[in-house]
């Protein structure tokens, strides 16, 4: 197929409301079986034995691993109802007064809707006409996520469907960056439909990286896509568009590319900066704590996916050995807490043999001043990066609410986020949730790191600056470790000004007080991220779409004389 130059999203609009939130004894939700669905439908994906797992394997590891199955299986947690959360819709429940940013809420998502052949796809990054469109008038594969999420709450999993396909067609297009040809698994980072009025056709341009700042094919992108197709497959009760033989070849093709073995000696992910929600330079090339996080949690959702056939056994395997090693690494080497810190603190350097304790060899006198004081006494985070003599201090929300959901974080570390977070409100929150990163990086830091990035200045964009979009993030994982009221002051906070200021992308400065210097307005994921956020207050029970329980096989067993003070 020949692509076009040049083209234009078509948006429809219409309107739906959501209930609001009342006050509700959230611990009830977390334990109570989950609600019926349709009597018709082909079983839960999770309701199939997990013991399958274990099929194939080595009769080496073939009990653990079946152990490790069953467990999965078990810790997979509760169905979110295929329903409407609103009122004014033929499938309302409920008759609460709704929060009168809802109603605008859903109009502008229905607006930013994009069609391709007379059916729904997505929806556009940002419907802004006071600003240059630039790529804000495509479907990108991560902005997608709070949207069809939202979709899916509201009992709409149609768009959510026709979106897995149209990507997973994207994914097997030959794609070339200068004349180097990418991976064969790799996500689009986003797309566009192109409408010729001439010819009265249609067609799909995709992005996957040639055209992106600084030329980088998104890594995240293929993550996403796997959690998205796990939450649709939990949402709906619907195992048959996972089980279709496009759909477990694209899963495969995408873990083919992250879990070939090389010369790395790290179970993470080696990734440049820009591969992610943070892409433009910004000095998270290595093994950024979002990749890990996602990486973490798509594995674990291609291990309930993937059909039990002769190729997906084979990759089973592989997943099972990778989540063992990703945990223990995780969760030894990017935690920090106070003890962690001080024990860091007072390294010896230049050890040798598999019994250092410092085995990366970081330098205790490159620990930043801030860390010192932004470290509660009480509480704890997964840090940025690891490597060898570098350790990244800073705090990432989308990284740490990813471990927390996925369960890489243990309910220990869970909790002691969810501190941090209390404790550090400020900095962390302020008056916009939420912080992207903590702290900015600035002065002559920021000329090195960002290579003097005009739009990544201090406090703001990637740099410090504060994203609505992550409320959606933070509400789930609150939820998760029974702090509700956490997020729901946080959605307070911008209910009082984000419909005000038109819903932008993002905002300024140390408090988030400034709407951002070159924010979108209309930004449709800070739009589907509150809708998202205020559907899991209301009905915790979609937590079980986004959300995987921890799995006892992955305690790490560490001693002191091998890990970091642990």
Known sequence: ???????????????????????????????????????????????????????????????????????????????????????????????????????????????????????????????????????????????????????????????????????????????????????????????????????????????????????????????????????????????????????????????????SEGFDTFPTLLCADGCCMIDRRMGVYGYPIEIQALFFMALRCALVLLKQDEEGKEFVERIV??????????????????????????????????????????????LPEWIFDFMPSRGGYFIGNVSPARMDFRWFCLGNCIAILSSLATPEQSTAIMDLIESRWEELVGEMPLKVCYPAIESHEWRIVTGCDPKNTRWSYHNGGSWPVLLWLVTAACIKTGRPQIARRAIELAETRLLKDTWPEYYDGKLGRYIGKQARKNQTWSIAGYLVAKMLLEDPSHLGMISLEEDKQMKPLMRRSNSWGC
């Open 1 to 259: 197929m020949e692509l076009p130059q040049n083209g234009s999203a078509r948006s429809n609009e219409s309107l739906c409301t959501v209930a609001e939130i009342e006050d509700i004894d959230f611990s009830k939700f977390m334990d109570r079986p989950p609600r019926p669905l349709n009597m018709d439908r082909k079983r839960s994906f999770d309701e199939r034995s997990m013991s399958e797992l274990s099929i194939g394997f080595s009769p080496r590891h073939s009990s653990r691993n079946a152990d490790f199955s069953r467990n999965m299986d078990h810790a997979d947690f509760v169905y979110s109802p295929s329903r409407r959360s609103g009122i004014n819709t033929p499938m309302s429940q409920h008759s609460f007064e709704p929060h009168p940013m809802v109603g605008e809420a859903w109009d502008a998502l229905r607006r930013s809707l994009v069609h391709f052949r007379g059916q729904p796809v997505g929806t556009i990054a940002a419907l802004d006409n006071s600003e240059e469109e630039l790529n804000y008038d495509q479907v990108f594969v991560r902005d997608f996520v709070p949207s069809a999420l939202a979709f899916l709450m509201n009992g709409e999993p149609e768009i959510v469907k026709n979106f897995i396909l149209k990507t997973l067609r994207l994914q097997s297009w030959e794609k070339k960056i200068d004349r180097f040809q990418l991976g064969e698994g790799v996500m689009p980072a986003s797309f566009k439909v192109l409408h010729d009025p001439v010819r009265n056709t249609e067609t799909l341009i995709a992005d996957f990286g040639e055209s992106a700042i600084g030329r980088v094919a998104p890594v995240d992108s293929g993550f996403w896509w796997i959690i998205l197709l796990r939450a649709y497959t939990k949402s709906t009760g619907d195992t048959s568009l996972a089980e279709l033989p496009e759909c477990q070849k694209g899963m495969r093709l995408i873990l083919s590319l992250c879990l």
């Open 321 to 366: 050995k990778r989540l063992h090693a990703l945990s223990f690494h995780m969760r030894s080497y990017f935690w920090l807490d106070l003890k962690q810190l001080n024990d860091i603190y007072r390294y010896k350097t230049e050890e040798y043999s598999h019994t250092a304790v410092n085995k990366f060899n970081v330098i205790p006198d490159s």
